[in-house]
T-cell receptor
Framework: KAGVTQTPRYLIKTRGQQVTLSCSPI?????VSWYQQTPGQGLQFLFE???????NKGNFPGRFSGRQFSNSRSEMNVSTLELGDSALYLC???????????FGPGTRLTVL | GQQLNQSPQSMFIQEGEDVSMNCTSS?????WLWYKQDPGEGPVLLIA?????ELTSNGRLTAQFGITRKDSFLNISASIPSDVGIYFC??????????FGTGTSLTVIP
């Protein structure tokens, strides 16, 4: 079974731009969660989608948004990028219990 | 958000030695998880713990869910070079409510 895939793996943007990251979960998994990982803050939960609905949301500004499609693929969007948004963005999928999450390799976003 | 205190922050050990790390929280968690992350990759789930006092092994790894439900421990026996990486604990409060520790960086010296 293929694992969680994320595209692109690396991205460089400038301040003020927006970016869309994509995540394809493991086949059959309906829950997709997004995390931001930085050296200073560690792994922080952004939001989780289950069956196209946002089920939970972390403490991030409204510039961070997401959605999930009927095939469970998910996208995350960050608008008006700031330097502090530079991070590794990780996506994790699960069948639905969330405790058994499987992470993708992440998208490394650099904001200049 | 919730803070998980993970210690130690880093460890440098000789190959063959045993390793212990732990996570503590001011909150009670329903589930404790341990992950390992290699450079440039996402975290990989090592062990999941679901009830207080539970002791679970996965090969040379053993983890325990503290009886107070506010802590968890991970032990690695007879370390080998491929154990190098960053180990994270995570506590689950409710559906999709996960909080991660700051990580323990492990270096194994051959």
């Amino acid at each position: 079974k293929a694992g969680v895939t994320q595209t692109p793996r690396y991205l460089i943007k400038t301040r003020g731009q927006q970016v869309t990251l994509s995540c394809s979960p493991i086949s059959g998994h309906r829950s997709v969660s997004w995390y931001q990982q930085t050296p200073g803050q560690g792994l922080q939960f952004l939001f989780e989608y289950f069956s196209e609905t946002q089920r939970n949301k972390g403490n991030f500004p409204g510039r961070f948004s997401g959605r999930q499609f009927s095939n469970s693929r998910s996208e995350m969007n960050v608008s008006t990028l700031e330097l502090g948004d530079s991070a590794l963005y990780l996506c994790a999928s699960s069948l639905g219990t969330v405790s058994m999450q499987f992470f993708g390799p992440g998208t490394r976003l650099t904001v200049l | 958000g919730q803070q998980l205190n993970q210690s130690p922050q880093s460890m440098f050990i000789q190959e063959g030695e045993d390793v212990s790390m732990n996570c503590t929280s001011s909150s009670i968690f329903n589930t404790w998880l341990w992950y390992k992350q290699d450079p440039g990759e996402g975290p990989v789930l090592l062990i999941a713990l679901y009830k207080a006092g539970e002791l679970t092994s996965n090969g040379r790894l053993t983890a325990q869910f503290g009886i107070t439900r506010k802590d968890s421990f991970l032990n690695i026996s007879a370390s080998i070079p491929s154990d190098v990486g960053i180990y994270f604990c995570a506590g689950q409060l409710g559906p999709s409510q996960f909080y991660f520790g700051t990580g323990t960086s492990l270096t194994v010296i051959p």
